[in-house]
T-cell receptor, first 115, second 109 residues
Framework: DAGVIQSPRHEVTEMGQEVTLRCKPISGHNSLFWYRQTMMRGLELLIYFNNNVPIDDSGMPEDRFSAKMPNASFSTLKIQPSEPRDSAVYFCASSNLAGGKETQYFGPGTRLLVL | DAKTTQPTSMDCAEGRAANLPCNHSTISGNEYVYWYRQIHSQGPQYIIHGLKNNETNEMASLIITEDRKSSTLILPHATLRDTAVYYC??????????FGKGTRLSVIA
């Protein structure tokens, strides 16, 4: 089992550019979570999906952020336009239970730096 | 959502037991206590969870007080690889995990 796969692992971009982060959950998992981690704010839940449907996006910071899950094996988190304050590590996690808290498996994260 | 309180940091000698406390005095009867940890530069990793009874698995033991207002995660023989931030979380019902600041455990050789 390859675990949760995220790409890219590192991204450096300039302010104003569009950034797309990608996540492939563990096969068979039906819940997917996007988190953001910074030193100041810690680990924050941005949005989560159950059976490809967004359940709670109250953590999405603003309209510049959007997330999609077109099928059970792929999700994207897009930032357009990006700003320096978006610099963070973005984690994707998946679970095989709806909201399954003990079965969340995290990916290695994408380290985003917006200059 | 039960608020949890953990010490900011702790040290533990290698080979000794690491006892990480967590207060969750506002926990309700059906809220589980979950423990995750995050090793530097990695995503969080599930450790253990419990409701009322003490629990043990290959990673750790979880001791929950009878009134359920606090719990202790025990790593019986801490190694340098156990150095991490440990999160105690008590989310209600079907709500997702909300990570706090956690306890930064440093295992010292």
């Amino acid at each position: 089992d390859a675990g949760v796969i995220q790409s890219p692992r590192h991204e450096v971009t300039e302010m104003g550019q569009e950034v797309t982060l990608r996540c492939k959950p563990i096969s068979g998992h039906n819940s997917l979570f996007w988190y953001r981690q910074t030193m100041m704010r810690g680990l924050e839940l941005l949005i989560y999906f159950n059976n490809n449907v967004p359940i709670d996006d109250s953590g999405m910071p603003e309209d510049r952020f959007s997330a999609k899950m077109p099928n059970a094996s792929f999700s994207t988190l897009k930032i357009q336009p990006s700003e320096p304050r978006d610099s963070a590590v973005y984690f994707c996690a998946s679970s095989n239970l709806a909201g399954g808290k003990e079965t969340q498996y995290f990916g290695p994260g994408t380290r985003l730096l917006v200059l | 959502d039960a608020k949890t309180t953990q010490p900011t940091s702790m040290d533990c000698a290698e080979g000794r037991a690491a006892n990480l406390p967590c207060n969750h005095s506002t926990i309700s009867g059906n809220e589980y206590v979950y423990w995750y940890r995050q090793i530097h530069s990695q995503g969080p990793q599930y450790i253990i969870h419990g409701l009322k009874n003490n629990e043990t698995n290959e990673m750790a033991s979880l001791i929950i007080t009878e009134d359920r207002k606090s719990s202790t995660l025990i790593l019986p023989h801490a190694t340098l690889r156990d150095t991490a931030v440990y999160y105690c979380i008590a989310p209600p019902g079907n709500t997702p995990l909300v990570f706090g600041k956690g306890t930064r455990l440093s295992v010292i050789a």
